[in-house]
């Protein structure tokens, strides 16, 4: 039985968030539906892993028992989610984020959602699927070593794990809460440190998924003293990974040489009024690249990315926007190719079991 693996991107700088990445796997599930057999697409996933709008939907599928259940209701979720982001923007905010004195966005309105929609107490345990959900801490301990730190919250471990009573809410909040829109998040219920974003280092979580379920299928089974890692390396050829984007757009810079060199300070880096943030824009798309690589040379034809091509920037503040977004997407013909290869390599790399294809 193949360990398979759903890893979702957090918002690209195309402008895509958490509902493009909705929209290619409802299309997927329609296509596999179509074709009859009862073939599942999410079902047989083992762990689900997203960073930030890709937390939101981990989140979505790991509250389902049976996940394929959750897509009528996606885009729905979605079109709240980003809602509730609109709302979020006020004049007062705007005019104190312009002064560089707040958070462009107010997170309660996000906060206050979450609570609604999953319920204020609901744990990472009480989840029914398996999660791994990438944040940043701002303040850590690494035994001697006070510093900010990855954070990965998951509910892979044992049950007396302290990640399994971290609020779902919590971690979907620290996960999706990128420096200068949201505010440092911390808990509704308790105080501590603050995190941000985990898209600060893994807007693409498709290598901390891959480490996430290695560590699970090395784990020995527990003693009554110690629970160890098998020393034997492990066995990637049982992995299957699917990892999904936001869509990706045209992006590059055309230096002006002189003598071989571009003499750039960070007025052209960060001020630049045509491409302000470029150097943390291109910081986020080479980590994600860089993850999208990395899982590829290791796992080879078990892997494959799903992240289409789109010709502008994409937004949406409500449901309806959100629908014609997604469907304008996956008319065009990049996105098309891409959802038949990904239809091809689900069957070839066993990730539809043999029953249903057979079936």
């Not at 609570?115 to 204020?120: H, K, L, R, W």
């Not at 509704?188 to 898209?199: F, L, N």
Request: hydrophobic residues 40%; proline residues 4%; aromatic residues 8%.
């Amino acid at each position: 039985m193949p360990h398979r693996v759903l890893a979702m991107d957090g918002t690209s700088i195309s402008g895509g968030e958490g509902y493009v990445t909705a929209g290619l796997l409802k299309s997927l599930k329609e296509t596999l539906t179509s074709r009859g057999g009862g073939q599942s697409l999410l079902n047989d996933v083992e762990l689900f892993s997203g960073t930030s709008a890709g937390s939101f939907n981990a989140a979505f599928f790991a509250t389902y028992e049976n996940p394929d259940d959750a897509f009528p209701k996606i885009l729905d979720f979605w079109g709240e989610v980003v809602q509730m982001n609109r709302k979020a923007v006020s004049l007062g905010r705007t005019a104190m984020a312009l002064t560089g004195n707040a958070a462009l966005l107010d997170s309660s309105y996000m906060r206050d959602f979450f609570c609604s929609y999953f319920g204020a107490t609901l744990r990472l345990g009480d989840l029914k699927r398996k999660v791994a959900l990438p944040s940043f801490q701002l303040d850590g301990h690494r035994k001697s070593l006070r510093t900010w730190k990855a954070k990965i919250f998951h509910n892979t471990g044992p049950d007396n794990d302290s990640d399994h009573n971290e609020l779902v809410v919590d971690v979907l909040m620290r996960s999706g809460s990128p420096p200068l829109s949201y505010p440092v998040y911390q808990g509704i219920r308790e105080q501590g440190s603050g995190y941000v974003d985990g898209g600060i280092f893994a807007n693409n979580p498709s290598l901390v998924a891959l480490a996430q379920i290695i560590n699970n299928i090395t784990r020995k089974s527990r003693t009554e003293k110690v629970e160890t890692l098998e020393t034997e390396p492990p066995d990637l050829t049982n992995i299957l990974m699917m990892s999904v984007g936001n869509g990706c757009m045209s992006s590059y810079l055309t230096p002006h040489f002189c003598k071989g060199v571009a003499n750039w300070g960070f007025s052209k880096w960060l001020l630049d009024f045509h491409d302000p943030m470029v150097l943390v824009k291109m910081m986020l798309e080479a980590g994600s690249d860089a993850a999208d690589y990395q899982c590829r040379m290791i796992l080879r034809k078990k892997y494959f990315r799903l992240n289409p091509v789109v010709d502008q920037t994409l937004s949406a503040a409500n449901l309806k926007q959100v629908e014609s977004t997604v469907q304008s997407l996956l008319s065009t013909q990049s996105t098309v190719s891409q959802l038949n290869r990904a239809q091809t390599w689900l069957g070839k790399s066993g990730w539809v079991s043999d029953a249903a294809k057979a079936a």
